[in-house]
């Protein structure tokens, strides 16, 4: 059997296996052993598993995701988001839309806490929600803007799917987190952007809440300076190029812990809670890595990346067509495939076309996050769309995925723009980097 | 059965927390290394020291991740398939789980003869790197061992079981 034939079928059964609820590591794992034995020998394959799960598993650069998801997840059980929140509504929360657009910047200042998009739309959700309920705004336009809103979390730095794509094309994590600031800034201003329109010509759907006084507005903005601060000292300490990535991780790490137990809202009991947790979810990202790094071997002794490279660029449709079709495939299958998955299984086989096509890797890094972030909010498996119906029980899931709508439309501007302008990702790490 | 599953499960929780002192020892190593730097007296070999903490970290949480069903899988389809089927795949799977887990800890413990052999160790502190290896493969047997007793008890009561929920990690 020829290797194209035995990577061809690996793929199909790779497939049957997702399709069967074989979790997603497993399926990758399976296709991947059995495809390296049958196109090299049952050693090589048991030696590549062996090697690949060790050196994965003490890589130093990948000590950044479980720091930072512990990062999030202690911001999470001390309440930073509420303050965040009402600061970011003490300034915008009297316009028409205010809390709405209070919501995105206040997944945004949480996606730079956490780089789980799933923790920032039920984080943001629990707290905005109730209070966009109470200002009678419209569930659509609330529930929309919060799912939606919570997609920062893995646009704006520090984002596991960038971290995921830096170990799979072997970029630079810090290039790749300046890179997703100035889209993630240009995105949640495009939200904000939707919203008002929306706001101004049909004002119901989001009246304008209380006004509140200068003392109020300095006393949520002092409320939320730990959290500033924290952000511009870890953020800022990568683009300073005072901390690596992964220092920055564990002085964010020190810096949430140090604030929640200053403020005594960090009880022993949370903190077991966000540890344990961060160690269970590292095991769920890292595994998939793993797995990804047994199959990527037997796909490039299949030739599959190369036939697939070799067709789309055998198309008549220049660099640029083939980037469109490219982007077009992972907006489709983020409509069936969960992001991070989806992410590892294709990756081996695009990654090469599009440096092949002389494509900044780093600008193609925050494309094909973006249009992850699509996928969380497109049907039938938009996550952050069930995240936020399960914050908000009384509103249709039907209502929420058409309250995305507008805003998925905004991630396509967003995404033509990027196309458009490149340097709106590369600006930064080519200035500070170099 | 219901000893040697209190047994795993006490296993699990003996693992995490394993896993769990590993992160905020790695968190405390590199805070003391950066410190330190600004003092002019970095940590030596703190990377060696995350690199190995790591593999605790990575493997420590898995049994008690594959427990709370952490592990994504496509769950489109579910709605289609009956219940008894789904009960089945989730035995299948988790048969599969254990096979492959069991397949990391014999891989790995077999790699660790020959780290012994070589002497094989971290770059500055010389950590040898055969201990690690045999935590992440006492933690992968145990991951396969608890997986296997899952398929078990699914496979033998297919139709009360119900579906675990897939982690999401975006």
Known sequence: MSPELTGALGLVALVILLVLRVPVAFSMFAVGFVGVWSLGSLSSATSLLASETFTLSSSAELVVVPLFILMGNIATVTGLSRKLYDAAYAIVGQVRGGLASATVVGCGGFAALCGSSVAS?????????????????????????VAAGGTLGILIPPSTGFVVYAILTQQSIGRLFLAGVLPGILLSLLFILLITIVCTFRPSMGPAGPSTTMSEKVGALVGALPIILIILITIGGIYGGIFSPVEAAAVGAALVILSGLISRTLSLGDFWIAVRDSVTTTATVMLILIAAHLLNPFLALSHIPQL????LTGLDVGPYGVLALILLCYIVLGCFLEGFAMLVLTMPIFFPVITQLGFDPIWFGVLVVLSLEMGLISPPVGV??????????????????????????????????????????????????G | ?????????????LSTAFGAAALVLVALNILTDVIGRLFGAPLAGAQDISQMLMVLIVFGGMALCDRHGGHVSMDVFEPWFPKRMNAWLDAISALIGAVIFAGIAWTVYESSKLSLMLNLATNIIQLPK???QWALSAFAALTAVSMLLRSIRLALAPADEAPEHTEEVL
Do not use: H
């Not at chain 1, 739309?121 to 803007?145: D, H, Q």
């Not at chain 2, 209190?6 to 699990?12: E, F, R, W």
């Open chain 1, 308 to 311: 697939v490279g070799d067709f």
């Open chain 1, 121 to 145: 739309a039920l984080t943001m959700g629990k707290v905005s929600l109730a209070e966009m309920e109470r200002f009678s705004y419209s569930p659509r336009l609330s529930t929309g803007s």
């Open chain 1, 384 to 433: 952050n769309c069930f995240i936020v119906k399960s914050v908000a029980p009384n509103v249709k899931l039907s209502d929420v995925f058409v309250g995305v709508l507008p805003f998925w439309a905004m991630m396509v501007v967003a995404l033509v723009l990027l196309i458009m302008f490149p340097q709106i990702a590369l600006f930064l790490p080519d200035s500070m980097i």
């Open chain 2, 1 to 13: 059965m219901t000893l040697l599953q209190k047994v795993v499960d006490g296993l699990i929780r």
């Open chain 2, 130 to 132: 055969a201990y690690f």
